[in-house]
């Protein structure tokens, strides 16, 4: 069996089912890249393309450590925003296409499901203010 050692200090196996998902998407990019470079008239972002790894299913000093770890192998230092309700992040940029690893500290996603706990109360009632006003948002609240 195959093993990894997690940034942890742990040693994990490596499952099937990451290689493969592993496979797929270096195999998807490289098959994305070949389309690009043959079709000169498929326009691309000219600003480019970010790849966004959000760090899941693990404790905060776990996430932080993968983070910390993934860091050192992209040799970037990392932007630390959770003193002000932010993230950790590391950010690499290869030419127009950014790898982001992002952790989301507990407390922030704690305090954002309290922020939003309450979407599903809440109708507005556009459509009749928008008769009223021609079709134009005048701002008040129906």
């Given at each position: 069996?195959?093993?990894?050692t997690?940034?942890?200090?742990?040693?994990?196996?490596i499952?099937?089912?990451?290689?493969?998902?592993?496979?797929?998407?270096?195999?998807?990019?490289?098959?994305?890249?070949?389309?690009?470079?043959?079709?000169?008239a498929?326009?691309?972002?000219?600003?480019?393309?970010?790849?966004?790894?959000?760090?899941r299913?693990?404790?905060?000093?776990?996430?932080?450590?993968?983070?910390d770890?993934?860091a050192?192998?992209?040799?970037?230092?990392?932007?630390?925003?959770?003193h002000?309700?932010g993230?950790?992040?590391?950010?690499?940029?290869?030419?127009?296409?950014?790898?982001?690893?992002?952790h989301?500290p507990?407390?922030r996603?704690?305090?954002?499901?309290?922020?939003?706990s309450y979407?599903?109360?809440?109708t507005?009632?556009?459509?009749?203010?928008?008769?009223?006003?021609?079709g134009?948002?005048?701002?008040q609240?129906?």
């Open positions: 069996m195959t093993t990894h997690h940034p942890t200090g742990q040693t994990t196996p499952v099937p089912g990451d290689l493969f998902a592993r496979h797929q998407t270096i195999t998807g990019l490289r098959a994305l890249a070949d389309f690009l470079e043959a079709n000169p498929v326009p691309v972002e000219e600003y480019g393309y970010n790849l966004t790894f959000s760090v299913n693990m404790d905060d000093a776990a996430a932080v450590a993968l983070v770890w993934t050192a192998l992209l040799d970037v230092e990392v932007t630390d925003d959770t002000r309700g993230h950790y992040i590391a950010t690499r940029t290869f030419d127009r296409i950014t790898y982001r690893m992002v989301i507990e407390r996603r704690h305090q954002y499901r309290a922020e939003t979407r599903d109360n809440i507005l009632d556009d459509t009749h203010q928008d008769d009223q006003n021609g134009q948002d005048t701002g609240a129906a």
